[in-house]
């Protein structure tokens, strides 16, 4: 019997005296042809297939096919990946382990074994996105959020801590620790993984999959790691393989150096403009070129987290010297460091100067043409040069008042005695958030350097800006400290807030009440500055139109400008304490002095702060909670609820019903984003959600937001396409979550609109435009539509995680032929539409659609089938990934 490739490949390997188990990519050449020119990432997926190479999930012709990629750069085969384990957040985090409960419930309803309902890939969850911003610009405002927090979330927490115990291989990263991108990069990843299998000491590369879509910024350590919605992320960790198809590879090339003055969140906001405009949705990114040399890890992780605002799949950065003395400084044993060195050299893994794989396509930057940047004022892609952020501002504002045809006029509002002007284009919020940049020393200790330059000039923040400071780890906090930089932070009102995403996610707080009525009075277009890498539309706070990503030197910047039509470039920022003109690159911090501060920064501060990561306050740790299998639902509860989604499953799925006489619930444009309809940010009181709140006790004042009542579908529900910013074509000129119940004509919440449809036994379909789904990787946005009776999307294109997460719901996602959308067909709403012969559905297949419209006339549309693998058409036909999964532990 002849070997198979998994057996031909297996050697060891010994790094300084311990033996390593591995599948060898050089022994897999010698059957498989010369792998050199494979880029970094493929060899990676093809180290994954060798190793789980098993006749079925994986066969030889997959193998063959992802070296045979070389040919043509392009293959078009569906593989099955298994990464090495799952990372989540809190928000995406609850509805998963609430999830896992229910399949518990449900295995136990229909006779199985719940303790097969368990992980078997290590899962991390950081609760990193529960603060909020109420507290700031004073020494007590983290105690007061991380209070608040507790008070808050106490629920969600019990639960958590629960699911610590009852499940195996999870482990919970306690609330005020850190960003979980950030614990990743400094902590969790190992670049090369290894464990005992079978008696030996096997080594392979460290994979993931995560449930927020900024995972990929593990990538900067060599670590292939992009983000899946909650749902895959559940299979993943219970067995199942991730379904892909071999992606096409993308080289960037990078040269040259950044010029003085010139941050690595300009050079990201630039590649993400560059690759948008390329067209990498689905793709790998890999980048090479000798500017990778002197190219930082944290520089590297700033482009590689933004990967989900280029479209791509992942920005990967193959491993090399930089790589090892970033883990190194961070703490990494010296074991595990020679072992990441021994490992990807003999796997041909390394980047060496020069290297020049294969690509599908190629684009190439010289880091020295970069320029300072921000992006704004909705789309992180929509990158501005810094001198002409008054004109962008004025276009998105001149667009503002022409669709609400009302002057925009400046009011006046006391504060603290004093009297103010707030105009147009006031920055209220200026916050350094995100794990995009607070990761990154070089430009914290910038934002550091100008803060203090700015004091000593006399300048200050403008009193309507709402300043925070939110690090992705409490590393952050102690090389600021130790660089002496805090104390002008926090002069400038930038106090700690928390160690968390705080305002990129929604969580900027209220605004003072006064700056408010101004901004309603006046009907301001007022902006936030943040150095996230989100900025979409109603989602850094409801009252703020404009949102405009930046460096964290910048938004300090911006704060003492206090408005975006100030041309940062040519016009001052203020008077120093003579009355003379002070301009931004008069307080500017040198490259030495950033270096110099960078310095300060030392592996006993990584070593000090993640000692005792896992462990908690006090107060998470007095958190008491059950021993038991399976969880004690409150039927009481508004944060934590029994999902419905297993309720009437049996153990066998029933054949596939055909889709009769739909009608639309919301007729949507371009780019709608996961923001736009999963429930995010802050709950109004008069909105369905709001409304069920009231009715069940609680206050206002403690509604908390959509994120952290993920775990209550009946929120969750009222709140999908609730955003305040959605355009439902049904009802033109209306912003927000409403639509029309046909065939009325009377405008009312989509919510309750689904809800009469669904009395009356009536199946939905949402039409869209361009790039569905793109966005954060919310599985809400799946399961909230789905919860409504949503059967069936039909877009021009749909986002990659989104799509998937529509099949792991058992919706039907459908794609418009070229040139066909939903103007080209003049829909009103007013339409009912048939989908049958679904018994017959093929991946990628043609489906046809039947549209009949009011007057009672027939048009039959030949539509693309966007379930894309057979691995994803065996979730659709079960009804959705989790039910799949539950019947095969049955069938165990």
């Known amino acids: 019997m002849s070997l198979t490739l998994r057996e031909i490949s297996q050697d060891t390997l010994d790094v300084d005296g311990q033996r390593y188990h591995f599948y060898s990519l050089p022994r897999a050449a010698q059957q498989l042809g010369d792998l050199s020119r494979l880029p970094k990432s493929m060899k990676v997926l093809l180290e994954n297939l060798l190793r789980w190479q098993d006749g079925d999930s994986v066969t030889t012709e997959d193998i063959q096919a992802l070296v045979g990629w070389l040919k043509n750069a392009h293959a078009d085969r569906e593989i099955a990946y298994r990464p090495a384990r799952v990372l989540m957040q809190d928000f995406t985090g609850v509805p998963a382990v609430v999830d896992l409960a229910a399949m518990r419930e449900a295995v136990k309803r229909l006779g199985g074994n719940v303790a097969k309902v368990n992980p078997l890939s290590p899962v991390d969850l950081v609760i990193d996105h529960s603060v909020t911003v109420d507290r700031f610009g004073d020494d007590d405002a983290f105690e007061e959020n991380v209070r608040l927090e507790m008070e808050r979330n106490h629920e969600r927490y019990v639960f958590l801590r629960w699911g610590q115990k009852a499940f195996n291989k999870f482990s919970v990263v306690p609330p005020g620790t850190g960003i979980c991108h950030q614990v990743n990069l400094e902590y969790l990843g190992k670049a090369i993984w290894h464990e005992q299998l079978d008696g030996k000491e096997v080594a392979y590369p460290d994979t993931l999959v995560g449930t927020d879509s900024h995972t990929t910024m593990i990538n900067a350590l060599g670590v292939l790691g992009w983000g899946v919605g909650g749902i895959e992320a559940e299979a993943a960790m219970l067995g199942q393989p991730v379904s892909m198809l071999i992606p096409d590879v993308v080289g960037f090339k990078l040269t040259g150096k950044l010029q003085p003055g010139i941050t690595a969140t300009d050079l990201v ?34 482009i590689a987290n933004m990967a989900p605002e280029y479209g791509a799949t992942c920005g990967f950065f193959p491993i090399d010297d930089i790589t090892l003395s970033y883990m190194k400084l961070t703490g990494r044993s010296t074991e595990q460091v020679a072992l990441v060195e021994a490992y990807a050299k003999h796997q041909g893994m390394w980047r060496h100067h020069g290297d020049e794989p294969v690509f599908t396509s190629s684009l190439a930057l010289d880091m020295a043409t970069v320029e300072a940047s921000l992006a704004g004022p909705k789309r992180p892609q929509d990158r501005v040069s810094l001198g002409d952020v008054p004109q962008a501002f004025q276009q998105s504002n001149q667009l503002e008042v022409n669709q609400a045809l009302k002057p925009h006029t400046a009011v006046s509002y006391r504060d603290n005695g004093q009297q103010y002007e707030l105009k147009d284009g006031a920055v209220v919020i200026a916050a350094i958030t995100s794990c995009t940049n607070t990761s990154n020393p070089s430009v914290l200790m910038a934002a550091g350097l100008l803060a203090k330059k700015a004091l000593e000039r006399g300048l200050n923040r403008k009193p309507w800006v709402k300043a925070s400071l939110a690090p992705g780890s409490k590393v952050v906090s102690d090389y600021l400290a130790v660089a002496r930089l805090t104390p002008y932070l926090d002069k400038l009102g930038f106090n700690l807030v928390g160690y968390g995403c705080t305002t990129c996610i929604g969580n900027s707080g209220p605004l003072p009440d006064a700056i408010e009525r101004a901004i309603k009075q006046g009907d301001l277009t007022v902006a936030a500055v943040l150095s996230g890498n989100r900025n979409f539309e109603g989602r850094i706070h409801p009252y703020v139109k404009t949102n405009w990503l930046a460096s964290p030197p910048l938004v300090v910047a911006y704060a003492l400008a206090g408005n975006m039509n100030i041309n940062l470039q040519s016009e001052p920022l203020g008077e120093d304490l003579t009355g003379k003109p002070v301009y931004l690159q008069d307080i500017w911090p040198s490259p030495e002095e950033i270096a110099e501060a960078v310095q300060q920064v030392s592996t006993d501060m990584f070593r000090k702060e993640y000692a005792e990561v896992f462990e908690g306050t006090p107060e998470w740790q007095q958190i008491k909670v059950s021993e038991a299998a399976t969880y004690d639902w409150d039927g009481d509860s508004t944060y934590i609820r029994l999902s419905p989604f297993f309720d009437e499953m049996g153990k066998h799925p029933e054949a596939v019903k055909d889709i009769k006489g739909a009608r639309i619930l919301a007729i949507l444009g371009d780019s709608v984003t996961t923001d736009h309809i999963s429930p995010a940010g802050s709950i109004k009181a008069e909105s369905p959600a709001g ?27 009222r709140g999908t396409f609730a955003n305040i910013r959605i355009r439902n074509e049904m009802v033109p000129g209306v912003e927000g979550g409403v639509t029309r119940h046909v065939p009325g004509d009377e405008p009312l919440d989509i919510y309750d609109a689904a809800m009469q449809y669904q009395q009356e036994g009536v199946p939905l379909a949402v039409i869209a435009g361009k790039e569905y789904g793109s966005g954060s990787s919310r599985d809400w946005a799946a399961k909230g539509p789905r919860l409504l009776g949503v059967r069936v999307v039909i877009a021009e294109s749909f986002e990659r995680i989104h799509r998937s997460n529509l099949i792991g719901m058992g919706i039907l996602p459908l794609e418009f032929p070229p040139g066909m959308t939903r103007k080209t067909l003049n829909l009103s709403g007013d339409e009912q539409i048939d989908v049958e012969n679904l018994t017959l559905l093929q991946a990628g ?48």
Do not use: W
């Open 691 to 717: 409304r069920y709140l009231l009715k069940h006790g609680v206050e206002r004042g403690d509604f908390n937001s959509y994120g952290s009542r993920r775990g209550n579908h009946e929120v969750m529900m």
């Open 269 to 302: 906001l630039t590649v993400t403009q560059m690759l948008r405009k390329h067209g990498v949705v689905g793709k790998f990114v890999e980048f090479y070129g000798d500017g990778l040399d002197d190219l930082p890890l944290a520089d590297r992780a700033t």
């Open 845 to 892: 297949g043609t489906v046809a659609v039947r549209l009949t419209r009011a007057d009672g006339s027939q048009q039959l549309i030949d539509t693309r089938c966007r379930i894309d693998t057979g691995n994803e058409l065996t979730y659709y036909r079960n009804d959705g990934i989790l039910h799949y999964v539950i019947r095969n532990m049955l069938r165990d």
